[in-house]
């Protein structure tokens, strides 16, 4: 992309260490190259509740095989080695692989995307299939981040989201996670039926009491196709008020604003300097590699899924065949609007015009046009003139604000 | 070389819906050899996209076909005619062409409101009747009593009635017969001036309109001067056809002969159905009689969902108005919806298929009110106003007294639903007036009532509590005082002109409770508390709240969401198009709607 010379410095600082006190907008260096990689995987102690993941229960004898195809589909795809700045390996669960696979894949990782120096490379892991062995492994592999799922502490909570962890293997969890690593992360989700304002600050004081320095905070959706969904259709499962949905998140937002973490995306809170580099790409909707079951990439405007059939991935890649399922190739309206939605995300860098420009080659106006000036108005949103942003009422709306602007 | 008047013959089939009237229109053109069996296929006649969808009639065609007997070749100018009684209008308006009719009677279901409403029609208009069953290759065929149910509620003679299957063919050659030996030649005089009586018209974007018409007296000539005698106009003829039952040119139609006329006409408003057409040189003196307008017994609201469309509306009406003469409109502004169209229809389905056709024929999005009746209204100064539109209602005060349309509903029902059916209509304020049998099995019952208490949804009640078999027919009889208001709707404290309604006083507190709860359901919630009233003046009868939008926000949204996220809200925005704004308030096409639906009385 042309004009790079005039975006401000901060834009350019991806690639070097981040400052404190400073959120930076990923991957906005000029260049189509992505700068970022998603690698998944898969395997699963046990199938969540509310998960909608590509991801398998009772499927771990397939895991070398599926570390073998996804070397494959790395080589398939690249070709070369390509230099990041952020990796980010998901699933699934990552860790449900033994130490030994664990290591195969860091290695393969490490090999076809060299992180680069003061680079982000974040793994994610369950309580309950992370040992010291395994903390060993991630560390001694390149590994810098490890965000964890620990979704609740309360009892009740875990068993309504069909997690199979008990409350008391998190703090055990991040023991580990905390002696090898500087950087971690933990999952929590407010909205679950039957829980309380109550229950969810207790959670969140669990939470702080082990000393993260990120937080993401999501709010429980019933997914189509989910065993929960399927409970809320049958009655068993009633989700809770929205008024007490909307008081647990908006005590998430005073109680870890007042413990330091701000609120830097819709559902991710970080002292500063600590946001999760990797999904900033995502919300400047900069491209991306994607490798394994059901992983998207958006390489050259194209957004492509994989299949999310752990068979005829893993059978296609062993013929060699292309594993990809639905791609598109984004229009320049269409791209510019799934910025536009991306960046609003943000809610402290918003969606910065500059950038916006740089990014799609269109202006903000163009695309939101009187929508903005509207909601603006209505107190959804703030201009300082060269950003804007979601005003803390926005957030709660942000869907219904978007879906205007759109 | 024209043909001789008395060996034409011109008739309507017409029964009740579904009788099968197109498809023994179908074994006609067969077996007449209009068709081939390769070109054959169901419904043929029945070629807008509506009526294949819907599987019904619903506009009159003419189709011309010629038949061989006794070694003279006869020319049969046939009217295929809608059953529904929505489409009356199609059949009295074919009847005025026609010599005679074939009045199908299902064998399996005997004898219908619709075919006794049609076979009145027909005697009124002075029609030779065959009567004929159809059908008789079904097992559950009855001849022999639905031959007692045509002699009982017609009085004609069962030994005139024939029988004959649309499907297999049977009985087709004996029905031609008896077209021919008992529907008399067309009587009008070959020298006398051009009468030409326009029954029908459509408007085609390259020859502009294209009108059907029924040659009375006279001939009509390619190259011909003529005039249209109501709005004295001139036209030369470029263009003559009849159906066969595709479009086929010829030079001439003479006395009797039914075809199609292009003559440069472009002008929508020029046309008028029921208007004459004679010559410009020889013009005749008197027109003929034409025809009774079309009465419109329901009204709505259409509006253009998106705005700056409402000229869009105005030529979509204008151009459908030609193909389609019985609805009314007029321009209406109301200040939820804008500008739009006040319109009057014969019939709910009717209203449907209008607005249907609009949206299909125009690309056009429609915002539709809920339906009313017209009100007669007496005022304090003594002035009688008939008023369409209920926010044009004056305001209680200003009343004396307020009436409403009655119709006189005849059922023919299963006799042992007639105990649910008094109840249905006692419910609804009917007055009761007589029970006749048919059969031992079978009654007429006959109601007055009113007419809003009949024309939206008793047709679907009748047909459920009689499982099917029970039909009915009305005409209107006039206006009645009754106690009546006007319920209006108010969200966030703004009247919605539109959505207002007119009920009896009894039913008012139960119809606005219920309104404001469906509104309830479907408003979305907005970020502030929403109120909705309805009152009658300034007296509030039910109250509901839509709590503010407290959470509507995307928990996760990481690379492989994207694409669906965005799709997601691109769809919501896309509902939004149809929203209206009312104050700061969105309200959905479904929400006005909602409005008239009255499942859950
Ligand atoms: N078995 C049998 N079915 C028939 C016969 N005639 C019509 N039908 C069926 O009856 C149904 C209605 O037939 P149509 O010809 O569409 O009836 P219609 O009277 O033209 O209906 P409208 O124009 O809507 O009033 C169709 O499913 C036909 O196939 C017949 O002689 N025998
Ligand atoms: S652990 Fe995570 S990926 Fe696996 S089933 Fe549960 S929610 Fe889904
Ligand atoms: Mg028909």
Request: aromatic letters at 8%.
């Amino acid at each position: 992309m042309k004009g790079t010379e005039q975006i401000p410095e901060r834009y350019h600082s991806s690639r070097g260490k981040i400052q404190a006190g400073q959120v930076v907008s990923s991957g906005t260096s000029g260049s189509h190259t992505p700068r970022a990689a998603y690698i998944h995987v898969p395997f699963c102690a046990h199938k969540c509740g509310y998960c909608d993941f590509a991801s398998l229960a009772g499927s771990d004898h397939l895991a070398d095989r599926y570390l073998v195809a996804l070397e494959r589909e790395m080589a398939m795809r690249l070709s070369e080695p390509r230099p990041v700045d952020t990796i980010f390996i998901g699933g699934g669960t990552p860790t449900r692989l033994d130490a030994s696979q664990l290591a195969r894949l860091l290695s393969a990782v490490a090999h076809w995307f060299p992180l680069d120096a003061g680079g982000e490379w974040t793994v994610e892991a369950n309580p309950g299939t992370l040992d010291e062995s395994k903390v060993e492994v991630l560390h001694r592999g390149g590994v810098n981040r490890v965000s964890l799922g620990a979704q609740s502490f309360h009892r009740p909570s875990l068993k309504v989201l069909e997690r199979n962890h008990d409350p008391e293997d998190v703090p055990k969890a991040v023991d580990w996670v905390r002696s090898a690593f500087d950087r971690w992360s933990l999952d929590l989700i407010f909205g679950v039926p039957g829980s309380t304002l109550e229950h969810w600050s207790n959670d969140l004081e669990q939470a702080l009491a082990l000393g993260p320095d990120h937080l993401s905070c999501y709010g429980l959706t019933f997914e189509k196709g989910t065993l929960l969904w399927k409970q809320q259709a049958d009655g068993a499962v009633h989700a809770i008020d929205e008024d007490v949905e909307y008081a647990q998140f908006a005590y998430a937002l005073d109680r870890l604003a007042s413990a330091g973490l701000r609120q830097y995306e819709i559902s991710n809170h970080a002292r500063p300097g600590q946001e999760c580099r990797h999904n900033l790409v995502y919300w400047s909707n900069a491209p991306y590699f994607g490798v394994g079951l059901g992983a998207a990439r958006f390489v050259d405007r194209v957004r492509a899924i994989n299949t999310r059939d752990l068979m005829a991935y893993l059978k296609r890649v062993e013929a060699g065949d292309d594993p990809t399922g639905p791609s598109e190739q984004l229009e320049t309206d269409e791209f510019a609007r799934e910025t536009l939605m991306l960046m609003l995300r943000r809610t402290q860098l918003g969606v910065n015009r500059q950038e916006f420009q740089e990014r799609t080659g269109v202006s903000l106006e163009s695309v939101a046009g009187e929508s903005l000036g509207r909601h603006i108005q209505r107190g959804n949103l703030e201009d300082d003139g060269q950003k804007v942003w979601l005003t803390r009422q926005g957030i709660f709306v942000a869907d219904m604000v978007l879906a205007d602007m759109l | 070389m024209a043909i001789d008047p008395k060996f034409i013959r011109n008739f309507s089939i017409i029964a009740h819906i579904d009788h099968g009237k197109s498809t023994l229109a179908d074994q006609l053109l067969l077996q007449s050899g209009a068709i081939s069996q390769r070109e054959f296929r169901e419904q043929l006649l029945d070629d807008m996209d509506l009526e294949r969808e819907r599987g019904i009639t619903i506009k009159a065609r003419a189709v011309a076909i010629n038949y061989l007997l006794d070694g003279q070749t006869y020319e049969l100018n046939l009217i295929d005619t809608p059953g529904h009684v929505d489409f009356h209008y199609e059949v009295s308006r074919s009847l005025a062409a026609c010599e005679g009719a074939i009045l199908l009677v299902d064998s399996t279901q005997g004898v219908q409101a619709q075919t006794v409403a049609n076979a009145y029609a027909a005697i009124g208009a002075d029609l030779t009747i065959v009567p004929a069953l159809n059908k008789i290759d079904m097992q559950a065929s009855r001849p022999e009593e639905v031959k007692d149910e045509i002699e009982q509620t017609l009085g004609l003679d069962r030994h005139e009635v024939l029988a004959v299957s649309g499907k297999t063919g049977q009985g087709v050659p004996e029905l031609f017969k008896a077209i021919i030996d008992r529907i008399p030649a067309p009587a009008g005089k070959v020298d006398a001036p051009l009468r030409a009586l326009i029954f029908d018209s459509k408007f085609d974007d390259y020859q502009g309109v294209v009108v059907y018409c029924r040659v009375v007296d006279g001939t009509l000539r390619t190259g011909q001067k003529i005039r249209l005698m109501a709005g004295d106009t001139e036209h030369e003829v470029t263009g003559l056809g009849r159906f066969r039952p595709h479009a086929v040119a010829c030079d001439e139609l003479s006395v009797g002969q039914v075809g199609y006329v292009i003559a440069n006409i472009k002008l929508l408003s020029e046309v008028r159905i029921g208007d004459t057409i004679t010559t410009a040189i020889r013009p005749a003196t008197d027109a003929l009689p034409g025809y009774q307008e079309p009465r419109q017994v329901v009204y709505c609201g259409l509006f253009p969902a998106t705005h700056n469309q409402f000229d869009d509306l105005r030529t979509a009406l204008q151009k459908l108005s030609l193909n389609d003469a019985s609805f009314t409109f007029e321009p209406e502004t109301s200040d939820a919806l804008g500008f739009g169209f006040r319109c009057g229809f014969l019939g709910m389905l009717h209203m449907e298929i209008v607005q249907q056709r609009l949206e299909r024929e125009s690309n056009l999005a429609l915002v539709q009110t809920a339906p009313n009746v017209t009100y007669e209204i007496l005022t304090r100064q003594g002035e009688v106003l008939h008023v369409s539109n209920p926010t044009r209602i004056p305001e209680p005060g200003d009343i004396e007294e307020f009436r409403e349309p009655i119709a006189k509903v005849q059922f023919i029902i299963p006799a042992d639903a007639i105990g649910q059916l008094m109840q249905l209509c006692t419910d609804r304020r009917g007055i009761y007036l007589k029970t006749e049998y048919i059969t031992p099995t079978r009654v007429i019952l006959a109601y007055e009532l009113p007419l809003a208490e009949m024309i939206y949804d008793l047709y679907d009640k009748l047909k459920s509590t009689t499982r099917g078999y029970g039909t009915m027919d009305y005409d209107l009889i006039g206006y009645r005082a009754a106690d009546l208001v006007r319920l209006d709707v108010l969200v966030a404290g703004d009247k919605v002109d539109a959505l207002s309604v007119v009920v009896h006083r009894d039913q008012a507190y139960r119809r606005g409770l219920r309104l404001v709860k469906k509104l309830k359901a479907e408003i979305d919630k907005h970020q502030f508390e929403i109120a909705i009233q309805a009152a009658i003046g300034s007296k509030i009868v039910a109250r509901e709240t839509i709590s503010a939008m407290r959470k509507n926000v995307t928990a996760k949204c990481y690379g492989g969401d994207i694409t669906r996220k965005r799709k997601l809200l691109e769809k919501q925005k896309e509902g939004k198009k149809r929203m209206k704004q009312v104050g700061n308030v969105e309200i959905s096409q479904d929400a006005f709607l909602s409005v008239l639906d009255s499942s859950e009385e």
